[in-house]
């Protein structure tokens, strides 16, 4: 088997030739400090991991890009690098601020100051359609990679969940909130999202992706109770999930964050694969032969894998041990990709390595 077809057997719940054995997103950090500025394909090649193609290309009309038109205002005097976002609309202005450092950005003022503002949305957030050729493109050049992409989230910063894209320009405390003091808002808001995210899958027809990321990390029990997820996370989320399967294409269910108490409620949603099965030490709350034994036979699992730990300082025989690990407690009967939890920042090239040579030696 090449890597894709490994990979792809793994997310249909069969056995490939062995362990597949692969990262979540690589960042452009650990390339320019670990690897001499290389590109993420040379990374899966010199690391031996199982590739993955990230790609999203989307655009707007002319007309949309004129109601929704976007400017950056980089601000001075601060600890980090400081932007300033507009949106301008014909009705209204709307403004955020994004900071950043060399490892990630977040959001530290919210787009939604005011909630009649998705008034605004509703009227003139524009709903992206996919650049089918350019993916079906990537996906002829790269045709040993799994081609791997994620349902748009809302514009400057946001995540493909409805839930979560949602708490990208709320705030999740307020959204959490407002689940009590205006459920109904919540809802609304929600299925703005949701509209947005469905117009583009239905661009999707004959686009070669493998697989799309839905879902994030406010979706997870760290953050949330199973309550609210059930009624504000599944209902929507479950709508693009068949939409994207529809088209032919898989979807991966990311959750980082404790998982335990939701893995049958996500797993319901009929998804193909769950992520990232984060361990305790990590924050994270997984057994991985249990969720194994409860939804194994129902989903993909990607993920599992201690990065922190077991990434730097530690020698490549302990490496090696955890990955042993992993493959005994989820590995049985296929279905299970190993990946580290997440993304990582700083991890010592020669334990990737390690990592990657042992989960080559899992044979089933």
Known sequence: MNSRERLLTALDGKCPDRLPVTTHHILDYYLSTYMNGK?????????????????N??????????????????????AYQTSRFYIHTPQKTLSMVMQSNQYTSWVSEYLIKDKKDIEILAKYMPSPYAEIETVNNA?????????RGHVPCFDIFGQPG?????????????????????????????????????EYVNTLEACKYDILELGGGDASTTVISPAI??????????????AVQKQGIRVVY???GGMMPILENIAGMGVNAMETFTPSNMGGDTDLAEAKRRIGDKVCMIGGFDQVNFFRNCT????????????????SNGGFILSPSDHFFDADPKLIKAFAEEAANCIY
């Open 39 to 55: 590109d993420t394909q040379d990374f899966f090649r010199i690391m031996g991991l199982d590739p993955i193609y990230w790609i």
């Open 162 to 198: 409805c839930w979560q894209d949602l708490a990208c320009i709320y705030g999740i405390e307020n959204l959490i909130m407002e689940t009590y003091d205006d459920p109904e808002w919540v809802e609304e808001a929600l299925q703005l999202l949701l509209n947005r995210k469905l």
């Open 254 to 256: 990311h959750t980082c």
């Open 229 to 242: 997820f059930d009624e504000f996370v599944a209902p929507y989320d479950e709508k693009i999930v068949k």
């Open 57 to 78: 290309d989307f655009r707007y009309t002319k007309v949309q890009e004129e109601n929704w038109r976007i400017e950056e205002e980089k601000l001075q005097g601060y």
């Open 316 to 331: 490549p025989d302990e490496t090696r041990k955890k990955v042993r690990e992993c493959f005994e407690a989820a590995g």
């Open 139 to 147: 996906a002829e050049m790269h045709k040993d990679c799994l081609i």
